[in-house]
């Protein structure tokens, strides 16, 4: 806690209002979380969906770290997707309703265009907002997460088993100490053990209850379903904005041999290992995937970060990074016109404020000339 304190003071922290609630139409779902405001004024949005059932709370040091300078380009929103934390329940998990979600947020929030990212599904909820939504998406980065097919992982296996062990038991039935019993003897992984702890709530009744849609996501992960929050369905397209992978030399969700050429199937502009893939090098260690629990791993993960928000990030495809813009330019398309024998000049590809459709930065444009 004294670590948390540190560092909150160094930004602006708000939790969202409102309580998690079941809703019989998806449209109705709002997403919530905590909202960090950057260092400086009018800065940019990123938007950052947590793994499932990890608690927004775990993610304020890493992004507040002022050592790592995200802060310094962007206001940041650590946000639960559907039927996680404090965003409401549904039960569907098709793909399309989750990218919905986001862009609904940023709409109630007045935020034109966003930074995605996101941390094992929480970066599937990203990707797929970027593939639905790109002409509100300036970038994706992802964390620990590949586009494919990971129901058969090791890693998820094992998570899917845990889910299996939780619905054995009825927590209203149970005080705290007898469900933690409970998690102790059938939750192997220390790390799952302490977040579905910390994920316990305490109902008006004196009862207690999971945080997490636990019939839900139980359902989810039983059957192999095409919405399965471990599965990328084809029908979610491409993303053809700006990408990062970033994941653990040793992780067991992106195995480096295999797992990194969907990234590049599904994000066609990813230019390969070494430039928008990246493996952090590090210990084979079954915990890496939460990269915030290790000082080291995360001050690298952080520096991509930090360079891909302000280097790469909203910047047009055509241009190399963001050394180029107002610089270079990029020569126009000949003989686009009628005119066979015109050939069309360069152009310097055109950027837009991030806040244009709530701001009135552009209003004077829409005068015509006389």
Known sequence: MYRFRQLWKFS??????????????????VLRGVTLKGRYNDLPNLLF??????????????????????????NVHILSPRNFGTSDKHYSFDVQDLANDVVRYMYYNKITMATLSGHGFGAKVALAAGCYHPERT???????????????????????GYIAKLSQI???????????????????????????????????????????????????VSF?????????????????GRTHFAFPEFSRWVHLGTNTLPMLKVCPQVRGFGHDVHSVQGDNNTLNHWIYEFDSQSFVFASRFTKFLSMYDGVHLLLKDRTEVGKEFV????????D???????????????????????????????
Request: aromatic share 18%; net charge neutral; charged share 25%.
């Open 224 to 240: 192999n379903k095409a919405d399965s929050i471990a599965f990328w369905p084809i029908k979610a397209g491409l993303f053809t």
């Open 12 to 29: 602006t922290l708000q939790f969202h209002k409102g309580v998690s609630e079941y809703q019989s139409v998806s449209e109705n779902v």
């Open 340 to 370: 066979p024998n015109h050939i069309y000049s360069d152009y310097s590809p055109a950027h837009y404020y991030h806040n244009w459709r709530f701001n009135n930065v552009y209003k004077n444009l829409d005068t015509p000339n006389k």
């Open 49 to 74: 969906f947590t793994e499932a059932c990890d608690l927004v709370e775990n993610w304020i040091p890493f992004f507040s770290d002022p050592n790592n300078k995200i802060l310094d380009y962007r």
């Open 138 to 160: 300036t970038g994706v980065f992802c964390i620990d997460y590949s586009p494919m097919d990971q129901r058969y992982h090791e890693a998820f296996t094992e998570f899917r």
């Open 170 to 220: 009825n927590t209203k039935e149970l005080t705290k100490s007898q469900i933690e019993s409970y998690l102790k003897d059938n939750i192997d992984c220390p790390k799952w053990r302490s977040i579905f702890s910390d994920n316990l709530i305490k109902l008006p009744s004196g009862q207690w209850d999971w945080k997490f849609a636990l019939k839900f996501l139980n359902d989810n």
């Open 331 to 338: 020569p126009s398309i000949i003989y686009s016109k009628k």
